[in-house]
């Protein structure tokens, strides 16, 4: 019987979004496969991680290019964004505490890629006047990826209404993106 690589990838990030520390023997269990079929798809824990970054940085491509960053106002685009991006976000979540990834110069070309386009979307609403310019675009990026971290814990804990997500998310970020008639000051 041929393993669905996909499948088992699916079932171990919906495992990891709920039980960071789950082991090998869960995840092959919660993809209904032994631990031997699993170790012949990943050879251990960097190498599951890995290819889930690799889905996760794809999934968050689909979700830049379906958001349509380029229309209409940033605003609004922002919206769409975290929209698309809700179905990630248990996995964004996961990937954000896998501090391997980011660490070192195996870092994947994809993240920076990522990033440049959506701080590219922050940038366009400063210079349209809609966003605050005294935060950069990099720190909104961040700011963006913390908030969709955040809520999918929410959810996932059921602290928060999966319904509410969006709203949250949206609110709460562009709550302190969007420019103000008068300078906010500390």
Known sequence: ?????????????????????????????????????????FAGRDALVRALEALGIAECEAALDAARLDEGPASDAVRRLVRELEPAAGLLAFLYTENQLFEGEEQHEGWTLLDERISALFRRGQLSGEFRIDLTPAWLTEALYGLLASGAWMVQSGKGAPKDFHHMTVELLLGGALRRDEPQRP
Do not use: F, N, P
């Open 1 to 41: 019987m041929a393993v669905d690589r996909d499948h088992v990838l699916r079932s171990a990030a919906a495992l990891l979004t709920r039980k960071s520390t789950a082991t090998m023997d869960e995840v092959a269990k919660a993809a209904g496969i032994s631990r031997a079929t699993l170790h012949r798809h």
